[in-house]
């Protein structure tokens, strides 16, 4: 039953209530993170017109990208903190401006300094959306159903991948690159008008039900001292292996991703020889098996709990399944035709997607709601490290060889960083009670 405290905050509007809410909020989170992969993807898409304009060399572009991961990782951290301090609506709300404003910002660049500013500001900005969503579906949904809801608002990842290169590119020839850049940018502040007026956390929302309260709650962390207590210190986090499995995994794996979002239309480019239009017309391709990722690997997961899985069981499966599929992306350096090529890369962002959705459910596996958003931002950063040096390599190494050192190397990553994932963090299950107790008063003295 519901305490007398929250029974009144649930039920103090008596009226409208709206029937699946939780499911309506991981939906503005999908809006958000599609936005935020538009906004980042337009460089991306735009690099071999962009390049050519600012005589840029690839040395120079990685550079661009490295900027942005940089802040990025930066940010992931400190986000984290800020969410978990102000809460998921006025987080996102500093999220969301700063990179709005930033990604606009971009079509008065004039060369490699500005442009490199731009986007570092935006890495500063969309780093909030992770710790952001990943507290959000902890606050929102009980735990079976969680990997979902991260499923859901992942997928924005790469539902915006595939809106994004015909879009960016029909805009381009159209408008000129500089004009896509103001109106990508300002996406973001139409998803800010739904989300003030719609979003409130579980405790305060008028529009939700008792019931559906009691979904919620189920199987969430009831300790009302944990609740009230203050978000833990990065140094007493960093205290657990299961941190630091999170950390050094996402330092591996994660790199595998930056790549193809940041370089696959150069890519074409460069060693395929695909036109801007050709780009428009194929390098959303692989993000459809990533949108497919995104949902079956946490749909699975939960799927394999509910039918008595154990949370450790399902969760490993899933992700050793998802790492061996990520070596594909071997293959498709030596592939003679571009489209088996794509093929393969798919075959890539298919395990990438189901692989991330389950390790990005890990902290609230491990962790109460009160620190989800600061270990996710941990895990954020040690992304944003091993991506930012994977990236900036890549550049040079494109200059100075080819693509496919590279690709060769990026396949070996995903089961490197699952096996450093699965020797530190133990059996997958919540930190005991009395060692989460003892790191909460540490917290607050």
Partial sequence: MLSPQLTEAVTTDIGFKLRGLRWWIVGLIFLATLINYIDRLTISVLAPVITHDLGLTNTEFGGIISWFLLAYTISQGLSGKLYDRVGTKLGFVCSIVLWSIAAMGHAFARGLASLSAFRFVLGLGEAGNWPGAAKTVAEWFPIRERAFGMAIFNSGAAIGSIVAPPLIVWMSLAYGWRTTFIATGALGFLWLALWLVFY???????????????????????????????????????????????????????????????WLPKYLADARGFSLTKIGLFAWVPYVAADAGSLSGGWLSGFLIARGWSVDRA????????????????????????????????????????????????????????????????????????????????GWVVDHFSYVPVLVTAGLLAPLGTLVLFALCGRIERVSDSSWQHLLEETNL
């Fill in 200 to 262: 409130e956390t579980p405790q305060r929302h008028r529009w939700l039900s008792e019931k559906e309260w009691e979904i919620i709650r189920d199987g969430q962390d009831n300790n009302e001292r944990a609740e009230r207590s203050a978000a833990p210190k990065w140094r007493e986090l960093l205290r657990y292996r299961q941190v630091w499995a999170i950390v050094l995994s996402r330092f591996l794996t994660d790199p595998v991703w930056w790549l193809y979002i940041s």
């Fill in 315 to 394: 969760r490993k499966i899933v992700i050793l399944f998802a790492a061996a599929l990520m070596p594909a992306g071997i293959f498709a350096a030596f592939a003679h035709d571009a489209m088996v090529a794509l093929v393969l890369i798919g075959v890539v962002l298919f395990g990438f997607q189901v692989w991330i959705n389950n390790v990005q459910t890990l902290p609230s596996d491990f962790f109460s709601d009160k620190a989800v958003a600061s270990v996710a931002g941990l895990g954020g950063t040690g992304a944003g490290i091993g991506s930012m040096i994977f990236i900036l390599g890549t």
